[in-house]
């Protein structure tokens, strides 16, 4: 059997609100994640829930047409949902959602994916999250974890009862990734380091903390941390940049043989070498994500060019 990402998570269409006027792109997190591996010509398996509905069929035609292999029953009953993202003057992004998330019972995936990954809205909002926690349970025995908080504010409510379901999701994952501000707005203003640092004690192999254009740093759970710069790009905005950087890591790691739970005693006891390698790669791949609009992550043609 050909090996292969499992991605799980939601798929939706990002409604993005800029100065030059209101467009409607295919997006949503994992979605984001299983779109750059695919066009970093790696074979990836989307779990998600996309309605019926123009919206549906939308999404799903981008997915297939680059190559995301969507997992049968991923389309049924219920609304395709929709994140609104007004654009800021230097390109940010803030989010407003219309969310229909949980998983069909008619859902049929392939065996032994390399990886796993998780997150955002899927890891947290119910009734999906409570299936995809079981589902990560039973795949960690053969898959390597990986989990971005990607945290969503206005539907995660209060974040100390936000930051415990995401410490849950913490504890399952061999790598976590999260921005800056994610873990900012976890902690309720307290130190992002020091934050990145417990979660590395709570199981992962290593936690990358992205920070924009001062690049990103990484807390291994054997107590070394590194830094790697930023990329310059101009910026058009940052829509889906962290979902590529995401997608980067597992595509580094994939290139290093580092996936797959019988790995899992070398991923944590990788050289900082490899390591910095992934990671410089990865903000090559949101850097070339950020210099366009949408989530329009790079192929691995335009990444070697």
């Not at 006027?21 to 990836?44: C, I, K, Q």
């Not at 049968?72 to 609104?84: E, K």
């Not at 990954?117 to 119910?126: F, Q, R």
Request: hydrophobic share 45%; glycine share 12%; net charge negative.
């Amino acid at each position: 059997m050909t090996d292969h990402v499992l991605v799980i998570g939601e798929a939706l269409v990002d409604v993005v609100v800029g100065p030059e006027g209101t467009e409607a792109h295919p997006g949503g997190s994992p979605a984001n994640v299983a779109l750059g591996l695919a066009r970093l010509d790696r074979e990836v398996d989307l779990l998600t829930h996309l309605g019926l509905d123009p919206n549906g069929a939308m999404v799903a035609d981008h997915l297939q047409d680059n190559g995301v292999h969507l997992v049968p029953g991923s389309a049924g009953p219920g609304a395709t949902s929709v994140a609104t993202a007004t654009l800021g003057a230097d390109g940010s992004a803030a989010y407003d959602f219309a969310i229909d998330w949980h998983l069909s019972p008619g859902v049929r995936m392939r065996n032994a994916p390399l990886a796993v990954h998780t997150g955002s809205i899927a890891a947290v909002l119910e009734p999906g999250a409570a299936d995809v926690a079981k589902i990560v349970s039973v795949l960690r025995h053969g898959s390597t974890i990986t989990y971005d908080p990607n945290a969503r504010p206005s539907l995660m409510g209060d974040p100390a009862t936000a930051r415990a379901a995401v410490e849950a999701f913490v504890r399952k994952a061999d790598v976590v990734k999260a921005s800056d501000e994610d873990l900012a707005w976890l902690t309720q203003g307290g130190d992002v380091d020091d934050a990145a640092r417990a979660w590395a004690a709570m199981g992962p192999a290593f936690v990358v903390v992205t920070r924009g254009a001062e690049g990103a740093s990484v807390h291994v759970h054997d107590g070394r941390e590194l830094r790697v710069p930023g990329v310059e790009v101009d910026v058009a905005d940052t829509v889906g940049a962290g979902d590529s950087f995401m997608a980067g890591i597992l595509d580094g790691l994939w290139e290093a043989g580092l996936l797959g739970a019988r790995q899992r005693a070398a991923l944590r006891a990788i050289p900082d070498a490899t390591l910095a390698a992934v990671l410089e790669r990865s903000a090559r791949i949101g850097a070339i994500t950020c210099s366009r609009p949408g989530a329009n992550p790079p192929t691995r043609a335009e990444l070697e060019a």
